[in-house]
């Protein structure tokens, strides 16, 4: 009983196992009992086959397969493939042994590409008004060496309209019969934009073996004035219910038609409202010609309720045309937004010493919920602690959390952390703490005390040994937040390797 395991193509012949195994050795194993080592072939179908190998197991109780994995050697088509290696099974004599009835084999190959074909285009993105070179590159071997063989060639373009190849290839034929290779050179001729799929297949016409290589290609109206418009962000980051806020919104472009953009603007999505961004270094905007944009302007929130969102998009124009980015999202919440700055007096003077050195504030904690965590879920993460939201970033999920009744202890402290961390919506919880440290700096910035992270990992006591000063840093990546307050007149013209 014979199981096959093939690529591509079924078989017309296929590959089956020589049942008149050759007996290498037989060991006398226990009583009537012995152990029965063979060598065995394959006898192969009418595809040549590489990787051969076979696994065998038994369907009787009588017999019992010790060893049952065999390598075999490559196969030609119509060929025979020996085993590099050998079977052993253990016999009762008392039972007849019948290999086709009491053996189940599953064989494991690879086809030999007898056929290969690769389509590549000279430029794989251009303009309507121009024309490219394809080249489709064709290998053939005869499964059979002098065997005469038919290589049918098809050729498909998807969308059916828009890009011609010609000359055609579509039903091409070779009557082959030795090794053969050949380049089916074409020129792409695009009318009307788009991407496009050049699908081509050579098929071996008595084996059914084929090869299939796609290429795809972009037609555009003018390519050179392609560009990209980064998702906008904003800052602050979050609004608070009936305010009235001054918003920093930012967005940058990219691509090879960034010299040609001559407008950038924030769309609201909802109520189709535009606001104009500048790249002047003025209006809120960071540093003038370096394709970051930003501007200023105030958003009100009368009305909307915590949870409520702006939507927005940017906008480049090229050529009047407009290229609008991912939607990004301001969002209104009833807490207070930000972070309440705790200083290294107030832990110093009134907080807990952990045994590793650092204080931590008594009654500060930091906690970042799963996304779409709602206020309801959240006031009741925060009530389950007696505490009360000081602070809050909702676009990260972060909230600073203060305890109403301070804990009479670092171990009560932590675990009023370790419930907080409990509760499925909870991603961390983690303690507000300074290193007790004898040195160290603390910088203007006013939402220093958010960055815990710095802290963590001593910055303001390396700050205090050591500061930059005219220090020009090269980031390889465009994940820089152009809106960000500490970027303020200190980025330079970028460099864009891309």
Known sequence: MIQLAFLEHAFAQEPVIDTQYTLIKKEHYYQGIYDATYRVKLINGDNAIKKVSATVTSNTDNIEVIDGNVAFNDAPAGGTADSVDTLTIRLHHKYKFDPDAHLVWKINYELVEHIKIQTSPSKQVFNLSESHNIATNLNFIPPVKGTPY???????????????????????????????????????????????????????????????????????????????????????????????TPVLLTSRVTGKGIKKVSEVFIRDLDSLATYKLFDNGQNGDIQANNYGYGGTYTLATSGMSSGDCFRFAAVAVVNSVETESK???????????????????????????????????????????????????????????????????????????????????????????????????????????????????????????????????????AWYIARGNDKVIALVDSGVDLGHPDLADKIITEKDFC
């Open 150 to 244: 038919t290589v049918n060639i098809a050729q498909t373009i998807s969308p059916a309209t828009g890009l011609s190849a010609s000359p055609a290839i579509n039903g091409t034929s070779y009557n082959l019969s030795a090794n053969f290779g050949t380049v089916l050179a074409q020129v792409l001729t695009p009318s009307s934009v788009g991407e496009y799929t050049i699908t081509t297949t050579a098929t071996i016409a008595q084996t059914g073996q084929s090869s299939t290589s796609t290429a795809k290609v972009r037609i555009g109206l003018d390519i050179e004035s392609e560009i990209k418009v980064i998702q906008p962000s904003a800052y602050p980051d979050a609004l608070t219910v009936n305010s009235t």
């Open 327 to 461: 939607p990004g999202k301001l969002c209104v919440t009833k807490y207070p937004v930000g972070f309440k700055i705790v200083t290294r007096d107030e832990i110093e003077q009134n907080g807990f010493s952990t045994i590793i050195g650092p204080k931590v504030s008594k009654d500060i904690i930091n906690i970042m919920v799963k996304e779409n965590t709602t206020d309801a879920q959240i006031d009741e993460i925060v009530a389950s602690v007696g505490g009360a939201v000081i602070g809050s970033n909702p676009h990260s999920g972060n909230y600073q959390i203060k305890l109403l009744t301070p804990p009479a202890s670092l171990f009560d402290l932590v675990s009023i952390v370790s419930n907080l961390e409990s509760n499925p919506n909870v991603v961390a919880a983690d303690l507000t703490y300074f290193i007790n440290m004898l040195s160290s700096l603390t910088p203007a910035d006013t939402r220093f005390g958010e960055q815990t992270h710095l802290m963590k990992i001593r910055a303001d006591e």
